[in-house]
């Protein structure tokens, strides 16, 4: 148990869906006057200045690289997410490409695959190609989304790290523009790292705003300000216990990857981490790892594939943080239970502003659990990475509650996805009751996302028993207060199973076998409705969507709501 997990007693808690965590419309209109001044002769002379003849310091690159990426490069072409993009069409001034893949680009992280894939020898020409073609398109045009908060303090730092590779070119006029480009970046940070969008963009942009202040020449005046613009930025966007305002898992990570790389950045040069930088990664740690399975990986949640334990290690190990996983964490909003060699997760918390993260899951009180090294019940995730293999119009899917193993009132989300793509009403309350009784961890959680369009909570009972070879539940719908409630609604319960599990309905009916790779077995049964077997599909961490299954209870509500118990055993 961490030291966050010891100041928390067991007992009963209430989150609220937050408000006011947006901009002004007055600071919204500002922000839009001021990226219109970006096509001006005046920002593109507030960011004309002294030359630097080198940088400080090249730090390590400590975060994880996928070399399968790195020999693509090497052969002439960008591969990401299943799709390749051959470098000689590339227009660099247009980038007609998924989202996540222009970022790739725009960031510079394929520095750090080419580095996992080849020496400097061999890299330093392919790397020099396309950064003066990137610059060529993108350097003196001072544009989204190439010049983005997050693009550049990503692209300052991956640059840095791969100093080897960028400025190792025997052409003197490629290596002033790139050390001309170190320098305008930074300056466009000064001015927009405290002007970013929401209170992710702008933790980004300070990020940004300190590295350069600690790799380029003259940066004591630019330090004092990042590292006091950062220090605010870190408080508005990191909760107390280590999660962040958008309950995405995806940006937390994120975050550690670019407080890792600047933490690298002080020791390149000899300084201390400023202990506010020390206590953001020593929280945002053990809140990342409060949702990794019994395998070290991590689970699904708000936009995120499944991501293997080995890029999660990795993670870690950059942060040079040791700690456990949280158990609970009741502002990040995700419960954790190891029982043995299972865990049980589960979101216990609103879903996130739609102004804070845009791939927003209406996911309330879905659970996974895993034994060993075997996912169980997964959600399906992954609509956070829209790309070659997940289109926009199923990564819409992918959010909805259906996608999720939790229960759902006639394919009905419990918060709302509007056409434009945001979370809208829906769940504003969570209650959350977590207690270890004798022999097991009693969790009950509910959610008011259904009390206006049908009157009802949902309650969802959970306990899993000390030995992890058993999870009893019960998903109930009671009366909202004065709410009218509706009966004779179809209601569902999901469990999207894990991959590699077949399953076989029983003769009994209500129950359905789960048989695992490895032989073993698990028997699912469900006290009242039918339970019967779907499709379904899982999204890993490079965006591949891979067919699964799923068990879905079906039931009606009555007059006094409805209540289905159902457990998970172990068979051997």
Wanted: aromatic fraction near 6%; charged fraction near 20%.
């Amino acid at each position: 148990m961490s030291d966050y997990d010891d100041r928390i007693a067991n007992g009963r808690s209430l989150m609220v869906r937050p408000s006011g965590l947006g901009q002004t419309l007055s600071e919204r209109i500002a922000l839009a006057f001021y990226k219109l001044t970006w096509r001006t002769p005046l920002h593109n002379s507030r960011l004309t200045g002294k030359l630097p003849l080198r940088l400080l310091a090249t730090p390590p690159d400590p975060l994880p690289a996928e070399a399968a990426r790195g020999k693509a490069l090497l052969m002439g072409k960008f591969h990401f997410q299943g799709m390749d993009q051959e470098l000689a069409s590339i227009d660099y001034n247009k980038l007609l490409l998924p989202p996540a893949m222009i970022d790739y680009i725009h960031r510079f992280e394929w520095l750090r695959d080419l580095s996992a894939a080849t020496n400097r020898g061999e890299g330093t020409a392919v790397a020099a190609d396309i950064a003066a073609e990137w610059l060529a398109g993108n350097g003196g045009k001072v544009r989204e989304p190439a010049w983005s908060v997050e693009n550049c303090a990503w692209r300052l730092l991956n640059m840095a790290v791969a100093a080897p590779f960028i400025l190792s070119s025997n052409d003197p006029v490629y290596r002033s523009s790139i050390l001309n480009h170190f320098a305008r970046t930074a300056r466009h940070l000064d001015r927009s790292a405290p002007r970013g969008g929401i209170r992710f963009q702008r933790l980004c942009g300070w990020v940004g705003v300190v590295a350069a202040s600690l790799l380029l020449p003259e940066g004591k005046a630019r330090r004092i300000v990042g590292e006091n613009g950062l220090a605010v930025s870190l408080a508005e966007t990191i909760f107390d216990d280590g999660g962040v305002i958008s309950r995405s898992p995806m940006q937390l990570i994120e975050i550690v990857g670019l407080l890792s790389l600047l933490r690298q950045c002080y020791l390149a040069v000899d300084e201390a981490m400023p202990e506010v930088l020390n206590d953001a990664l020593s929280r945002a740690v053990p809140a990342l790892l409060g949702l990794t399975h019994a395998d070290g990986g991590l689970g699904a949640w708000q936009g995120s594939g499944h991501i293997g334990p080995e890029k999660i290690e990795a993670i870690v190990a950059a942060s040079g943080v040791r700690a456990r996983p949280h158990r609970q964490a009741l502002d990040w909003g995700y419960q954790r239970v190891a029982a043995s060699n299972s865990v049980l997760l589960l979101d216990a918390g609103p879903p996130p502003l739609a102004r804070q993260f845009s791939a927003g899951c209406a996911s309330t009180l879905a659970l996974e659990f895993s034994h060993g090294n075997q996912r169980l019940v997964i959600n399906c995730g992954g609509s956070g990475l829209v790309g070659a293999t997940i289109p926009a119009s199923l990564a819409r899917g992918l959010r909805t509650t259906a996608a999720h193993s939790t229960l759902c009132i006639d394919d009905t989300n419990s918060t709302a996805i509007l056409p434009g793509g945001q979370l809208g009403r829906g769940v504003t309350e969570v209650g959350l009751e977590r207690r270890d009784i004798e022999k097991a961890t009693r969790i009950e959680a509910s959610h008011d996302g259904y009390a206006r369009s049908f009157g009802y909570n949902h309650s969802r009972l959970l306990i899993l028993r000390s030995d992890g070879l058993e999870l009893r539940g019960e998903d109930s719908l009671l009366p909202a207060g004065k709410a009218k409630p509706r009966d004779g609604v179809p209601c569902h319960i999901r469990f999207h199973i894990g991959p590699d599990i077949e399953l076989a309905t029983n003769d009994r009916e209500g129950t359905v076998i789960l048989r695992l790779p490895d032989g073993g077995a698990w028997l699912f049964a469900a006290g009242m409705g039918t339970a019967g077997v779907d499709e379904s599909l899982w999204v890993d961490e490079n965006g591949m969507p891979r067919p699964t299954q799923q068990i879905v209870v079906a039931a009606e509500t009555d007059k006094g709501g409805l209540s289905v118990g159902w457990h998970f055993r172990f068979l051997g």
